[in-house]
């Protein structure tokens, strides 16, 4: 298929090199040259070892922890690749942080996630491709086109392949019921939802209510992220008093800040399932996490990207989505 830029480049940030070799891994394409540091005042330097004029460029970054960082060093290397004249930037962004700073819900707060969006822009990316944002409505932030995929079908054929016998998925809170409904449909299993409501502006959570029937069930625990791990923890036990057989737990993001290790390792989830988008540090790995990559999934948008073909066609039931 023919492209309308001349070469693909694929650069990455500090954040998730791991992910950015893999996705180049599927692509067939060498990493691209660039060197991005810091100095001993903290300032962020970059620079592109390599001609970019015209060319099709994505720049890989996880705005995961350091988030400011990450963050820093994507506008860096956006400013850096636009004054090399790359023909055209896409900031491949497997996590978006800040996203539940997406809405003015009591007085006095910011709208974090838009001015992140307007940032990225500023700096001049002219495309985002980003996967499961916190809210689908931060795709409308940006007023340049947004690639939102999907890794839920990545955890629930991980799931399928395990062939629970009974299972339900429970939604950790109403927020998230589409997304745990998308899950609960692809495992082909009931929905049950838990309300959450938040005691303050902390990471501080209280579990309210159960809807839907648990008791007997292999319970398939499923949210967006896991932060500090209170709210699935939180949710694990309420399905867990509910008398269920067995407890899974699955996200897209796997932040596991803070508490969140030792709460899980206290926690009645035998197995966490979580993707690559953020990296899992040596001291978060425990025995009973289990990580999917997004590797192909971002490398097979990109190709289609850069090719002009359909990215929604990736995800109709029934096509084969991904090269060998
Ligand atoms: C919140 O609305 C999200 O869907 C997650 O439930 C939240 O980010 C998890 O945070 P934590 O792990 O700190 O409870």
């Not at 599927?26 to 001609?51: D, H, M, T, V």
């Amino acid at each position: 298929m023919p492209g309308f830029y001349n070469e693909i480049n694929v650069f990455t940030g500090n954040s998730n090199p791991k992910l950015a070799k893999d996705v180049c891994e599927y692509i067939n394409l060498p990493l691209g040259r660039a060197e991005i540091f810091e100095f001993s005042n903290e300032n962020i330097f970059c620079k592109i070892n390599e001609s970019v004029r015209e060319n099709d460029v994505f720049v890989i970054q996880s705005l995961s922890t350091p988030v400011n960082r990450s963050i820093m060093e994507l506008l860096i290397m956006i400013d850096a690749l636009k004054r090399a004249s790359a023909g055209r930037i896409t900031a491949v962004l497997p996590y978006f942080a800040y996203g539940r700073t997406d809405k003015k819900d009591q007085p006095r707060v910011p709208i974090t996630s838009r001015l992140l969006a307007d940032m990225i822009t500023v700096a001049g990316a002219n495309r985002v491709l980003t996967v499961d944002l916190h809210a689908g409505q931060i795709e409308g932030f940006f007023n340049i086109p947004v690639d939102h995929l999907t890794a839920v079908h990545i955890l629930a054929d991980y799931f399928v392949a395990k062939q629970l016998t009974n299972p339900v998925v429970v939604s950790t809170d109403l927020g998230n019921a589409k997304r745990a409904r998308n899950f609960a449909e692809l495992l082909n299993c009931p929905l049950a939802l838990i309300e959450k409501r938040r005691t303050g502006n902390d990471d501080r959570t209280s579990v309210l209510n159960l809807i839907g029937t648990v008791k007997g069930h292999q319970a398939v625990l499923i949210d967006d992220e896991i932060d500090t791990g209170g709210s699935m923890v939180q949710a694990a036990q309420r399905v867990a008093d509910e008398g269920v057989t067995e407890i899974y737990a699955a996200c897209i993001h796997g932040i596991l800040s803070g508490p969140a290790i030792e709460r899980l390792k206290k926690s009645p989830i035998q197995e966490l399932v979580i993707t690559d988008s953020v990296p899992l540090t040596q001291a978060k790995q425990i025995p009973n996490i289990k990580v999917l990559t997004v590797a192909r999934l971002l490398g097979e948008c990109i190709m289609r990207v850069h090719a002009g073909a359909s990215v929604g066609a990736l995800f109709h039931p029934g096509s084969s989505n991904f090269s060998s």
